[in-house]
């Protein structure tokens, strides 16, 4: 059965970072998209961060641009998000999700096929 994982997720200082990992099983990465979201209480998922399948094409949410990056390590069937400068309203859960043959151009929340459940970031002194 096809999985995600996520890890990483913790207690950080306001301006310090975390690195959040997700990993497959049962599911070779390379031929889907990868999405990073995140769901504070009280609030709508949103999406943070996206990957494409094929090129390697980034995008970010305008809320995290650069602070937070996406990254990908195929032999470990492995996408990472970087969390650099972290601030207070970063705090949430995030959930990675991939759906098959996905571009930055067309993921979506609503276009995923695969989730993760989710790892709690808390951004607080």
């Known amino acids: 059965q096809a999985q995600l994982v996520e890890s990483g997720g913790g207690l950080v200082q306001p301006g310090g970072s975390l690195r959040l990992s997700c990993a497959a099983s049962?599911?070779?990465?390379?031929?889907?998209?990868i999405g990073w979201f995140r769901q504070a209480p009280g609030k709508e998922r949103e999406g943070v961060s996206y990957?494409?399948?094929?090129?390697?094409?980034?995008k970010y949410a305008d809320s995290v641009k650069g602070r937070f990056t996406i990254s990908r390590d195929n032999a470990k069937n492995t996408v990472y998000l970087q969390m650099d400068s972290l601030k207070p309203e970063d705090t949430a859960v995030y959930y990675c999700?991939?759906?098959?043959?996905?571009?930055?151009?067309?993921?979506?929340?609503?276009?995923?096929?695969?989730w993760g459940k989710g790892t709690l970031v808390t951004v607080s002194s």
């Open positions: 049962s599911l070779t990465l390379t031929s889907y998209g």
């Open positions: 999700a991939a759906a098959l043959w996905a571009t930055i151009a067309t993921m979506t929340s609503q276009s995923m096929h695969y």
């Open positions: 990957i494409s399948y094929n090129d390697g094409a980034t």
